[in-house]
């Protein structure tokens, strides 16, 4: 058959093809989603657990991440991920800049608000433990063919595309 464009017709123009009996249809992928990521959060995060150091807690390990992937925020944007109350994320934050993990600077913008970053250090704690959650996650995708890894990457393409902010 001819291939379709995002919108169901033909990519030759010729008016919307029929779709195969037993084709997923977005509710049932949603749901699906829905059902996995979940399991495949828990085993991510068991994981990291396994590759934390005993200087680092999963609540830091996840404030660092945070933070890593959004230099320039706030305690409160901080807390709001953790879902923590200020104090605790603020103790949190602390630790980690005792540790040598983060920094803080002040808004160029408004003083009263201190702006997060992670340091080098930071982000050599942060690629040891995810280096050693590939490693774990290579050992278990090694099972798998050729053909089911390439599935498997263009399925996370697409979750990329769809799961990015609106």
Do not use: N
Not at 25 to 40: F, H, K, N
Not at 89 to 104: I, N, P, Q, W
């Amino acid at each position: 058959g001819s291939p379709r464009s995002a919108t169901g017709r033909a990519a030759d123009g010729a008016g919307p093809k029929a779709v195969p009996a037993g084709t997923p249809d977005a509710r049932g992928c949603a749901g699906r989603l829905i059902e996995t990521v979940p399991a495949a959060m828990d085993a991510i995060r068991q994981s990291m657990r396994r590759h934390v150091d005993a200087d680092t807690s999963i609540p830091q390990y996840r404030c660092l991440s945070f933070v890593s992937r959004r230099p320039g925020c706030t305690i409160g944007e901080v807390a709001a991920f953790l879902g923590v109350t200020m104090p605790t994320a603020s103790a949190t934050v602390d630790r980690l800049v005792r540790a040598g993990a983060l920094r803080t600077r002040a808004d160029a913008a408004d003083r009263r608000r201190t702006l997060l970053e992670t340091t080098a250090a930071g982000a050599a704690r942060l690629e040891r433990i995810r280096r050693g959650a590939q490693d774990d996650f290579t050992r278990r995708l090694a099972v798998l063919d050729a053909v089911e890894l390439a599935t498997l990457d263009a399925a996370l393409a697409l979750l990329r595309r769809v799961a990015r902010p609106e």
